[in-house]
């Protein structure tokens, strides 16, 4: 199972850190972070993979969100920064057995509940 938490409402430019804890013991996941807007297709946003932790990100969050993994690797972070007014979704994790995250959400197993991330003025 997997549980994304900590969303919330916050202005431009705030910080927010989503966590996505899988109840897992002795085992990795890829992890990729999506995200999806009313009205709009779900996309990717970040990704890690379960090998050496290789990461990716959308165009879009590039060079403002950053994910990480806790050393027990039943934890992975998705740090945003500098956020914008069109970031607002609700953000979903998702897990895959695969040693490598994947852009393609249909690729994962394993999803949790979304955590919503609203940013306004």
């Known amino acids: 199972q997997l549980q994304a938490s900590g969303g919330g409402l916050v202005q431009p430019g705030d910080s927010l850190r989503l966590s996505c804890a899988a109840s897992v013991s002795g085992r990795s996941y890829s992890v990729g972070w999506f995200r999806q807007a009313p009205g709009k297709e779900r996309e990717f946003v970040a990704g890690?993979?379960?090998?050496?932790?290789?990461?990716g990100y959308a165009d879009s969050v590039k060079g403002r969100f950053t994910i990480s993994r806790d050393n027990a690797k039943t934890t992975v972070y998705l740090q945003l920064s500098g956020l914008k007014p069109e970031d607002t979704a609700v953000y979903l994790c998702?897990?895959?057995?695969?040693?490598?995250?994947?852009?393609?959400?249909?690729?994962?197993?394993?999803w949790g509940q979304g955590t919503l991330v609203t940013v306004s003025s």
């Open positions: 998702a897990a895959r057995t695969s040693p490598f995250y994947s852009r393609n959400a249909s690729l994962y197993e394993y």
């Open positions: 890690i993979s379960k090998s050496f932790d290789k990461t």
